[in-house]
């Protein structure tokens, strides 16, 4: 079986860093699943003192299986074995922005931007057509996105995002946040940043961006389009339509105080899931997925699963190979076991 070994990229988060290994050849093994790379294994291993995930395959790394490798969440470089010898292996870039649109947000509570972009992964590896995660045809929706985490990070992909969130200081420091970021980068783009007023009823601000790379991709069309919208998670009627988005993926509250977000995360998680399912449920399409980040001290996995089962959600088997149940589950902080759960529409 051909061999192919990844090192990864360094995390900034040194709690991370040491689970990183783990969750990543989870991660991994997810997407060779959703991808159908049919016998593919993954395990770590030390060489000359490095640190590497494994791959084997039945066959050399196609054009597809080069992708899926250079989506993952901290894939540095790849190399294929040969006896004693590395070979490394180029691997297509598809980030269309530069990488600060990621990085440079730091603020108290912020995601490891890692850990999101692994969990859209696997969620989309879980999608009827997971496909769409690779040729830009992935409509993302985040409807708690905070200060845009998931947002920028599907952006830099090409991807279409949409993101929901009723705490007016995130909104507006995502907004001041993305215009400065784009002039920094004289990127080609509009944006309307206005009431949101539906029926007469006002229900918030909308953020509408629209942007490309370069103004020749600007002018003919090949744009990427994202929306916030600062308003209400359980009430999208009129906001968004239904069966509209490929894949939901957000955090949930974590039961902890983050700086503004205290009141809204100190809710009960299970309580406010069950009045947002509904909605997430409707403007996501058949065949979709919807992934999310949780907190096993506040939200027991039982009883997650059960709710999203009542929501007419099948729970998937997010890592692929149904072997471990805690594949993905790492410490944040003494009070935060963080896991996440996959389920299909």
């Not at 953020?207 to 999208?236: C, I, N, W």
């Not at 149904?322 to 790492?330: K, L, Q």
Request: hydrophobic share 40%; with cysteine.
């Amino acid at each position: 079986m051909p061999e192919h070994l990844i090192l990864l990229a360094p995390s900034a988060n040194r709690v991370y860093a040491a689970d990183a290994p783990r969750l990543v050849g989870a991660e991994l093994q997810a997407l060779a699943a959703g991808f159908g790379m049919t016998g593919a294994a993954v395990e770590p291993v030390a060489l000359a003192g490095v640190d590497y995930l494994a791959l084997h395959t039945e066959d050399a790394l196609d054009d597809t299986g080069r992708a899926v490798v250079a989506a993952l969440s901290a894939a540095h470089a790849v190399f294929r074995r040969e006896g004693d010898l590395l070979a490394p292996v180029r691997l297509p870039r598809l980030g269309r922005y530069p990488d600060d649109l990621v990085t440079v947000q730091k603020y108290q509570g912020k995601t490891n931007e890692q850990w999101t972009r692994l969990l859209l992964n696997v969620t989309a590896a879980a999608t009827r057509e997971p496909g769409r995660l690779l040729d830009g045809g992935l409509r993302v929706l985040d409807p708690m996105c905070g200060r845009g985490t998931t947002l920028n990070i599907a952006l830099s992909l090409g991807l279409d995002a949409t993101g929901v969130d009723v705490d007016r200081k995130d909104y507006e420091a995502y907004s001041a946040f993305l215009k400065t970021w784009m002039r920094q980068h004289r990127l080609k783009h509009t944006v309307d940043d206005a009431q949101l007023t539906i029926g007469g009823a006002k229900r918030g601000r909308r953020l509408q961006v629209e942007v490309a790379p370069t103004k020749d991709d600007f002018k003919a069309g090949d744009v990427q389009h994202l929306t916030y919208l600062s308003t209400d998670t359980t009430d999208l009627q009129g906001l968004v339509r239904s069966g509209s988005v490929d894949v939901i993926v957000t955090d949930t509250p974590y039961g902890v105080q983050h700086g503004s977000h205290g009141d809204r995360l100190a809710r009960r998680p299970l309580d406010l899931l069950d009045r947002a399912l509904p909605e997430w449920t409707r403007v996501l399409r058949t065949g979709g997925a919807m992934g999310l980040s949780y907190n096993r001290h506040v939200a027991p996995r039982d009883d997650l699963t059960a709710l999203l089962a009542a929501h007419g959600l099948s729970v998937a088997d997010e890592h692929g190979a149904g072997e471990d149940p805690d594949a993905f589950r790492h410490r944040v902080d003494a009070s935060i076991d963080r896991d996440l759960v996959v389920a299909r529409k």
